[in-house]
């Protein structure tokens, strides 16, 4: 059984010494919203969109690690372009993460935050501890992107429907035209075009 650690006594006078190992209960519980802020977005709205937004930081969030577990583990003659581009595409990824997390906040509600509660609400599917091969590298990442693009244009529309246009611009902007571009980029990996030798059929011998 783990011991039980005893509270620390602090100086009843001004001292210097950090108050350590502070608890309390949360100020704001998952899933709720601000009663009243300035926006003219009332409490039913916010509830609606930061609840969804919350489902696609899950999935941003997922596929940003995606991206840096793909980073580390690539493999064969493409390694040097895929592990940058990787990486190029996890940074974008980050930027989104806060933009979105930062937008639910805005609107008087709750980011998800820690891995095991992603895990718990992402819909693309955990990809295995172990390394994969470029292809299914690629593939899982193509995937992972066209669950947020389908969320992300849902999400948006839902958005403007209801007033909130910020957040349909965020939507928009930025994550609908950043996962956009980043498709284009994986899915050229994916044709199977000859390196060297033009007309040629990629994995069908010629004889001379
Ligand atoms: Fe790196």
Excluded: C
């Excluded at 916010?46 to 919350?54: A, F, H, S, V």
């Excluded at 935050?113 to 091969?133: C, F, L, N, S």
């Excluded at 999400?155 to 609908?176: I, K, M, P, Y």
């Amino acid at each position: 059984m783990r011991k039980k650690q005893n509270p620390i006594r602090y100086p009843q006078k001004v001292s210097a010494q950090p108050r350590l190992r502070q608890k309390a209960p949360e100020i704001q519980p998952f899933g709720t919203v601000k009663h009243l802020l300035p926006l003219e977005l009332v409490e039913p709205v916010r509830l609606e969109i930061t609840e969804q937004l919350n489902r696609l930081l899950a999935d941003t969030i997922t596929l940003r690690d995606l991206y840096k577990k793909a980073h580390w583990q690539t493999s064969g003659p493409t390694f040097y372009q895929l592990h940058l581009l990787y990486d190029k595409h996890y940074g974008e990824q980050v930027e989104l993460v806060d933009a979105i997390a930062e937008r639910i906040q805005m609107l008087g509600g709750v980011s998800i935050a820690m891995a095991a509660h992603v895990a718990e609400d992402t819909d693309i599917e955990v990809p295995p501890r172990g390394r994969e091969e470029v292809p299914v590298q690629l593939s899982r990442l193509l995937d992972a992107h066209q669950i947020i693009i389908r969320k992300t244009r849902r999400l948006a529309r839902r958005a403007a429907q209801l007033g909130d246009d910020g957040t349909n611009d965020l939507l928009v902007s930025d994550v609908l035209r950043t996962s956009e571009m980043q498709v284009w980029f994986l899915s050229e990996h994916l044709v199977d075009v000859p390196l060297v030798e033009a007309g040629r059929i990629p994995g069908v011998m010629r004889t001379a």
